[in-house]
């Protein structure tokens, strides 16, 4: 007797089957066809190394019998190589390319099937770019000890002229709902202006948009307030995009202000893999370090022990952060960069002496200063840094005869701050001028310029094609994702053929 299932069971899947297989005369006359080392074929190749138990069971059984999602994931990496970035080119392909017929095997899934696989695989490309990296751990490809880290502007999916304050986006909001009141009742909206989108469907997904726009624009004047008066923006001047209400506004690389995500990777110093990776809504590199640092501790199970960054990661926090968790970090420190040198330089911070005993300076004409204030600063992310302000009066300035080369004040005299983090920055400082600090740093050019190089100039990522800061990291993970399997599967095949021709070879590693 037969027991019945249990009702917590989950069903079992049926996929479609695809119109050829490897027996197909259509599918081997194109296989005849390909070259040996084509795309489509390492694409094959390479999806070996990849475990899709989680994607496949992320389908519930039910309904019509959807296409395997290991030959439209072989698809999209084959795409996303070529540089076409849309799902709505990938549905175009599917129809005329006989690279793409032969990779999934005749099938001609939808356009909308395209747009619900690339939000289905979004949970799991975390997860299967840990498993790529774990494997190159293995076999020897990296050893996830030196990384680069940079970051790059990525244009959003939405128009830089849609940018509304709070009193447009009210205006708008009440307009759409007006119409979407004649929607639900059946009737056509007196007034459709050009801006409105034209469909009840549309209306409704507008809305939603608009509704998330507003909330942003809160929150970006709740986070207006705590500026001082003189930086502090007006409040009709805080705008925030519709098209697009999670994405960041700034200047891109061509100097447009647009809408924008700002994409982070840290790029392996001795090998080509790409050790982590992530999308902020934010227009600068600020704040990042830290947590980049943890991304790769996620994806690849180890700490960086060096880490190769420019001037804008090297603050006193983050140079804290990395003495703490033993990161030797290499960058320089920034400097205040002047178009025209002045007339007569004044005294450097370096000129003047610290003395540890009495806790504070002395100045080039012997004068010890004394603690005048101390200010918290609120940096990137919410972090705050102390910074304690020592001076010298007004009248002992005035005179002095090193004056001149020390100040232009007229009423008071010289001060210097001190931050909390003073001891690590100037260790750092004097790390930098070795050349041993010299010769390492020169390696980030190398490494992690040329991935955003490839990004842009050859896979198209310079916009993103999906609404949301959640779509844009899924862009970035899947390119992340055929950029490392390919480096795994070369490295791979080039071990092997090498242990092919020497055997004895890997008996002496052993």
Not at 18 to 29: F, G, L, T
Not at 35 to 40: E, M, V
């Amino acid at each position: 007797m037969v027991g019945k299932p249990s009702p917590n069971a989950k069903p079992v899947v049926r996929f479609a089957e695809p119109p050829w297989n490897e027996q197909s005369a259509p599918w081997r006359q194109i296989d005849a066809q390909l070259s040996h080392d084509h795309l489509a074929r390492e694409i094959r190749q390479a999806m070996t190394h990849l475990d899709l138990t989680e994607l496949y069971d992320s389908y519930a059984g039910r309904g019509k019998a959807p296409h395997r999602p290991d030959l439209m994931l072989a698809i999209v990496l084959f795409e996303l190589r070529r540089g076409q970035r849309q799902p709505s080119q990938w549905f175009q392909d599917t129809q005329e390319n006989c690279a793409l017929w032969w990779l999934g095997y005749g099938m001609h899934p939808s356009r909308s099937c395209w747009y619900e696989f690339r939000d289905r695989t979004g949970p799991y490309l975390d997860r299967l770019n840990r498993h790529v990296l774990h494997q190159a751990l293995d076999v020897g490809l990296t050893r996830v000890e030196r990384g680069a880290l940079d970051g790059s502007a990525v244009a959003a999916n939405a128009s830089r002229r849609r940018l509304l304050n709070a009193e447009r986006l009210q205006q708008r909001l009440h307009q759409l709902k007006a119409a979407r009141q004649d929607d639900v009742q059946g009737n056509s909206p007196a007034e459709v202006p050009a801006w409105m989108a034209k469909t009840p469907r549309s209306r409704t997904a507008q809305h939603e948009r608009y509704r998330q726009a507003q909330e942003h624009l809160a929150q970006l004047q709740v986070a207006n307030q705590p500026y001082s008066p003189s930086e502090r923006r007006a409040p009709d001047k805080i705008v925030v995009s519709t098209g697009d209400p999670e994405a960041a506004l700034g200047m891109d690389k061509d100097h447009v202000f647009r809408p924008l995500y700002t994409l982070q990777t840290v790029r392996d110093v001795d090998s080509p893999c790409i050790l982590s990776y992530d999308v902020f809504a934010q227009a600068t590199d600020a704040g990042t370090l830290p947590l980049m640092l943890e991304r790769t501790k996620q994806l690849t199970g180890r700490r960086l022990k060096d880490v190769l960054v420019d001037s804008g990661y090297v603050t006193g926090i983050d140079l804290a952060l990395c003495a703490q968790e033993g990161v030797t970090l290499y960058g320089p420190w920034k400097t205040n960069d002047v178009s025209t040198p002045k007339a007569t330089p004044l005294f450097p911070k370096a000129q003047f002496q610290w003395l540890p005993e009495l806790e504070t300076y002395r100045c080039p004409a012997g004068q010890v200063l004394k603690r005048v204030g101390r200010e918290t600063y609120v940096r990137s992310g919410g972090r705050e840094e102390v910074v304690v302000r020592y001076g010298v009066k007004g009248s002992t300035c005035h005179a002095c005869p090193l004056r001149p080369q020390c100040t232009t004040s007229h009423k008071g005299g010289r001060s210097i701050r001190r931050s909390e983090h003073e001891d690590v920055i100037i260790a750092h400082q004097a790390w930098m001028e070795t050349e041993e600090a010299k010769a390492v740093y020169r390696l980030r050019g190398q490494t992690i310029e040329i991935v955003f190089a490839d990004f842009k100039e050859h896979r198209g990522l310079r916009r993103f094609s999906g609404r949301g800061l959640a779509r844009a990291r899924m862009e970035l993970a899947l390119e992340v994702l055929v950029h490392n399997l390919l480096v795994l599967h070369r490295f791979s095949n080039q071990k092997h053929n090498v242990q092919e021709t020497n055997p004895k070879l890997e008996n002496i590693a052993a």
